[in-house]
């Protein structure tokens, strides 16, 4: 079993993590000492109403606490998002303190740019009814006014991140006939609190949607065109931890308080100098046909893409190996790759997760090769190793053989 430090602070681009069992009691003094006063929870209605997650916020940010808004939804509406900044000022809020998963930080994120690009939501739809081109992003170059700590209690990997996009017309009213998104790329967190604990009060269902879906970035770094000694290095380390881990705290096997704190400074490694690439694009190309969690995308399609890729090219399957426990030792690389996608699929079916596209409900046999086309097509690819051809018709074969 891999050591890990009880607690631990890392600045990483601009973002001070806080790693450490029970330090959302810390939350006020960790405000305080940034010039924050009154802060504003932002969650969906099921975590604003699981009290064994959110009283230990509260608590820990005593007097500090303006309000809650739990108004976040998985479908990540701008609408919403223009909410929580009415919110915002009527109690007077002067930071966002994001708390779940993808979705609560994503709109809480957006929310600030939003709050810095100047258009409505009838200027944004007005926008987005004219195109990609026309509704642009949120406040190129501009740095959010509000500042925003976040606190995860899911695998996915939203918490690190500048990311995250927001809903401006449903695919039904958009010209191109998929959802009309929008986003902006502002200042990472100035907190990232991670808390163990907040994390075991993440019903094991939730957990499980997430974990691929932060597993695969540990899986896509190595292999990625950009990929970095440095950036190998933290998604090995956190490959090493959540193969083991993922399973006993999301999965079908015993856990523990130890299980849980591997698993959520894993899940916090792997989202260090991540390289997203094809696994994503993946997941990406299915969002722009139905509404399914990537997550689950990733679970089904995680081995296919790499088996597919090793079919290819090399995908520094052995940089893999040591991350998941392969043996490399006099072995050849055939091998090699073949340990690699059984130990990813391994992690998968240890979670309950489905292990088939055909088991996603509203997915259609007969949407593959438009789907094809959108991952193919999808910004993820650019960073697809070198010397991999993903031509659309490739990638339909891939979405056959997950079918």
Same mark, same amino acid.
């Given at each position: 079993?891999?050591? +890990? $430090?009880?607690?631990?602070?890392?600045?990483?681009?601009?973002?001070?993590?806080?790693?450490?069992?029970?330090?959302?009691?810390?939350? *006020? $003094?960790?405000?305080?000492?940034?010039?924050?006063?009154?802060?504003?929870?932002?969650?969906?209605?099921?975590? %604003?109403?699981?009290?064994?997650?959110?009283?230990?916020?509260?608590?820990?940010?005593?007097?500090? /606490?303006?309000?809650?808004?739990?108004?976040?939804?998985?479908?990540?509406?701008?609408?919403?998002?223009?909410?929580?900044?009415?919110?915002?000022?009527?109690?007077?809020?002067?930071?966002?303190?994001?708390? %779940?998963?993808?979705?609560?930080?994503?709109?809480?994120?957006?929310?600030?740019?939003?709050?810095?690009?100047?258009?409505?939501?009838?200027?944004?739809?007005?926008?987005?009814?004219?195109?990609?081109?026309?509704?642009?992003?949120?406040?190129?170059?501009?740095?959010?006014?509000?500042?925003?700590?976040?606190?995860?209690?899911?695998?996915?990997?939203?918490?690190?991140?500048?990311?995250? *996009?927001?809903?401006?017309?449903?695919?039904?009213?958009?010209?191109?006939?998929?959802?009309?998104?929008?986003?902006?790329?502002?200042?990472?967190?100035?907190?990232?609190?991670?808390?163990? $604990?907040?994390?075991?009060?993440?019903?094991?269902?939730?957990?499980?949607?997430? @974990?691929?879906? %932060?597993?695969?970035?540990?899986?896509?770094?190595?292999? @990625?065109?950009?990929?970095?000694?440095?950036?190998?290095?933290?998604?090995?380390?956190?490959?090493?931890?959540?193969?083991?881990?993922?399973?006993?705290?999301?999965?079908?096997?015993?856990? *523990?308080?130890?299980?849980?704190?591997?698993?959520?400074?894993?899940?916090?490694?792997?989202?260090?100098?991540?390289?997203? *690439?094809?696994?994503?694009?993946?997941?990406?190309?299915?969002?722009?046909?139905?509404?399914?969690?990537?997550?689950?995308?990733? $679970? +089904?399609?995680?081995?296919?893409?790499?088996?597919?890729?090793?079919?290819?090219?090399?995908?520094?399957?052995?940089?893999?190996?040591?991350? /998941? %426990?392969?043996?490399?030792?006099?072995?050849?690389?055939?091998?090699?790759?073949?340990?690699?996608?059984?130990?990813? @699929?391994?992690?998968?079916?240890?979670?309950?997760?489905?292990?088939?596209?055909?088991?996603?409900?509203?997915?259609?046999?007969?949407? /593959?090769?438009?789907?094809?086309?959108?991952?193919?097509?999808?910004?993820?690819?650019?960073?697809?190793?070198?010397?991999?051809?993903?031509?659309?018709?490739?990638?339909?074969?891939?979405?056959? @053989?997950?079918?």
């Amino acid at each position: 079993m891999l050591p +890990i $430090a009880d607690a631990f602070e890392h600045d990483y681009r601009g973002c001070e993590i806080l790693y450490g069992r029970g330090r959302a009691s810390e939350l *006020s $003094a960790i405000l305080g000492d940034r010039g924050l006063d009154n802060a504003l929870v932002v969650c969906g209605s099921n975590v %604003g109403a699981n009290d064994d997650l959110m009283d230990p916020i509260r608590e820990g940010l005593g007097d500090r /606490l303006a309000g809650v808004f739990d108004g976040t939804t998985p479908d990540k509406r701008v609408e919403t998002a223009y909410d929580l900044l009415d919110k915002r000022a009527e109690v007077g809020a002067d930071v966002l303190v994001a708390v %779940g998963g993808g979705s609560s930080l994503d709109v809480a994120r957006q929310a600030t740019m939003l709050d810095v690009d100047g258009r409505d939501v009838a200027d944004l739809r007005a926008d987005a009814a004219d195109g990609p081109d026309a509704l642009g992003s949120l406040a190129p170059g501009t740095d959010p006014a509000i500042p925003l700590a976040v606190l995860p209690t899911t695998f996915a990997g939203a918490d690190v991140s500048t990311g995250g *996009s927001l809903v401006v017309l449903p695919a039904d009213e958009s010209p191109t006939g998929q959802p009309m998104t929008v986003s902006g790329d502002g200042a990472m967190p100035i907190v990232d609190l991670a808390d163990p $604990a907040l994390f075991e009060t993440t019903p094991k269902p939730v957990l499980a949607g997430s @974990a691929m879906n %932060g597993f695969d970035k540990g899986i896509e770094t190595p292999y @990625a065109r950009d990929a970095t000694p440095v950036s190998d290095a933290t998604a090995i380390h956190g490959l090493r931890l959540l193969s083991d881990a993922l399973p006993r705290v999301a999965g079908n096997r015993a856990g *523990s308080e130890a299980a849980m704190d591997r698993a959520v400074v894993g899940a916090l490694l792997v989202q260090l100098d991540r390289r997203i *690439s094809v696994i994503h694009a993946f997941g990406h190309g299915f969002a722009r046909r139905y509404d399914v969690q990537q997550g689950t995308v990733h $679970a +089904i399609v995680a081995p296919h893409v790499l088996a597919y890729l090793f079919d290819e090219i090399d995908a520094s399957r052995r940089a893999l190996a040591a991350g /998941l %426990g392969v043996d490399v030792d006099g072995r050849g690389d055939e091998a090699v790759a073949e340990d690699v996608v059984e130990a990813v @699929a391994a992690v998968r079916d240890a979670l309950p997760v489905p292990g088939r596209l055909r088991d996603v409900p509203a997915t259609d046999e007969e949407d /593959l090769p438009a789907v094809a086309e959108y991952i193919a097509d999808d910004w993820s690819m650019d960073r697809a190793p070198a010397g991999l051809d993903a031509a659309p018709e490739a990638i339909e074969g891939v979405l056959r @053989a997950t079918w």
